[in-house]
C-alpha cells in the first residue's frame, strides 16, 4: 500500500500558508501554488513509477485500475464525499492524471492497464464473494461474518476490482505472499526528505 498522506498533508499546509498572504493573486500566494503543484507531480510521478517497477519486477502483465467515472469535484471545486474510497483521496482530476502517468510508464514496459467500475468492490467479500450484509468495516478492516476474512478494506477492495478482470487469479498461497497479507498489507510511506517511497519499518530492509 502506498498511502497518500503526504498529499493531504500539503493540501492541508499550503492552504494554511495561502491564507497568510493578503491578496490570492501575489506574489507569494502564486509562488506557493506553484510550489505545491510541483510536489503533487512529483509525488504522482515517483508513486507511478514505483507501481510499475514493482510490477515489472514481479513479472505482472497487467495492472487493473479502479475507475472512478462519474467520481467529481463539485461546483465549489471541493472533492465529493468519495465514501467508499478510503485512503485514496485525491481529486478526481489528480487521480486521472495518475492514472495516465501510470498508463504511459506501464505501456513502456509492456504491462497493460485496465480500467474497471469500483461498483460494489468494498461492500463485496474478496474471499467468498458473498456481499449479503454479514460483512463489516471496523478500524479500516473489512470483517466477513460468513467465511472469517478479516482484511485490510483498501486490500479487500482491491482484490475485488482485480478479480473483476482476473478472477482465476489466486489470491492466497501464492509464492511471494505471507499468510496474513490480506489484513496486513506492506505499507510504503512517502519520506519527504528523499522524495522517495520507503517501507514503514526504516531501517536494513529498505528496498532498492
Ligand atoms: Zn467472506
Known sequence: MYPGGALKEDIYYFA?????????AS?????????????????LHTLSKRIVSACKQRSVGTIVI???GGIRDDENGDARNWGDHG???LHGWAFDRFTSMLEYKAEDEGIEVVRKSERDTSKTCSSCGTKDGNQRI??????????????????NGAEN?????LPNLATDGGRDRDNGWMAQPAVHLFDRSEGSFAPREQGSNREP
Open 66 to 68: 479502479g475507475d472512478l
Open 87 to 89: 485512503n485514496l483521496d
Open 16 to 24: 494554511k500558508e495561502r491564507a497568510k498572504c493578503d491578496d490570492s
Open 138 to 155: 471496523e478500524r479500516g478492516l473489512y470483517v466477513c461474518d460468513d467465511c472469517g476474512t478479516v482484511a485490510n478494506a483498501d486490500v
Open 27 to 43: 506574489w507569494e500566494a502564486r509562488r506557493l501554488d506553484r510550489k505545491q503543484t510541483e510536489r503533487r507531480t512529483h509525488f
Open 161 to 165: 476490482i482485480r478479480r473483476k478482470v
